[in-house]
């Protein structure tokens, strides 16, 4: 059974950047197949989808944030990140780590961590 | 960007009731719909995809149908665990875009 945990700081400083990581267990990134991504959801709101990885280390952003965002992958240790520069208060929200394949389709999710950005 | 237009945005029924979910394109996306059902503090869990096909382990109460810009999800008999939030999303091109979620409340 696939799972996935985010981890990192649950607050951020206005202009700094954002860090997170997941962590993979029970399944290995490095085996190829499937797309990891970075979803987050504003309080209260819906889904926002950031970006995914693959293991050879190729992205794709949402153009809404692809000047701030950066997916990167450490296959030695079965985790992703993401980096999300200049936050704002609009950076507030939960973040969600998750696996897609060839369809990109979220069948497993890390259960969410709140970033709240504030001085 | 595929806008994507989820209706109604809170539905409330009750225990037993059919509840459809509509959620409409900005333009065709033939049948790369998926559906996921959120509860409180929890993650999103996938419960149909290719607008019509039901994740392994969901229940058949579920049901999905539509292709190009207009689908449904049928909960067919709604029971006490399926009180949640619903999001559609559309994988038929890039950025992926979910709709904004239909509520499903206790009436």
């Known amino acids: 059974q696939v799972q996935l945990q985010e981890s990192g700081p649950g607050l951020v400083k206005p202009s700094q950047t954002l860090s997170l990581t997941c962590t993979v267990s029970?399944?290995?990134?490095?085996?190829?197949?499937?797309?990891w991504s970075w979803i987050r959801q504003h309080p209260g709101k819906g889904l926002e989808w950031i970006g995914y990885?693959?293991?050879?280390?190729?992205?794709y952003y949402n153009p809404s944030l692809k000047s701030r965002v950066t997916i990167s992958v450490d296959t030695s240790k079965n985790q992703f990140s993401l980096k999300l520069s200049s936050v704002t208060a609009a950076d507030t929200a939960v973040y969600y780590c998750?696996?897609?394949?060839?369809?990109?389709?979220?069948?497993?999710w890390g259960q969410g961590t709140l970033v709240t950005v504030s001085s | 960007v595929i806008w994507m237009t989820q209706s109604p945005s809170l539905l409330s029924a009750s225990t037993g009731d059919r509840v459809i979910i509509s959620c409409r394109m900005s333009?065709?996306?033939?049948?790369?719909l998926a559906w996921y059902q959120q509860k409180p503090g929890k993650a999103p869990e996938l419960l149909i995809y290719?607008?019509?096909t039901l994740q392994s382990g969901v229940p058949s109460r579920f049901s999905g149908s539509g292709s190009g810009t207009d689908f449904t999800l049928t909960i067919s008999c709604l029971q006490s665990e399926d009180f949640a939030t619903y999001y559609c999303?559309?994988?038929?091109?890039?950025?992926?875009?979910f709709g904004g979620g239909t509520k499903v409340e206790i009436k």
């Open positions: 998750a696996r897609s394949g060839e369809m990109a389709i979220f069948d497993y």
């Open positions: 029970g399944g290995s990134i490095s085996s190829g197949g499937y797309y």
């Open positions: 990885i693959y293991y050879s280390g190729s992205t």
């Open positions: 333009q065709g996306i033939s049948s790369y």
């Open positions: 290719a607008a019509s």
């Open positions: 999303q559309q994988y038929y091109s890039f950025p992926l875009t």
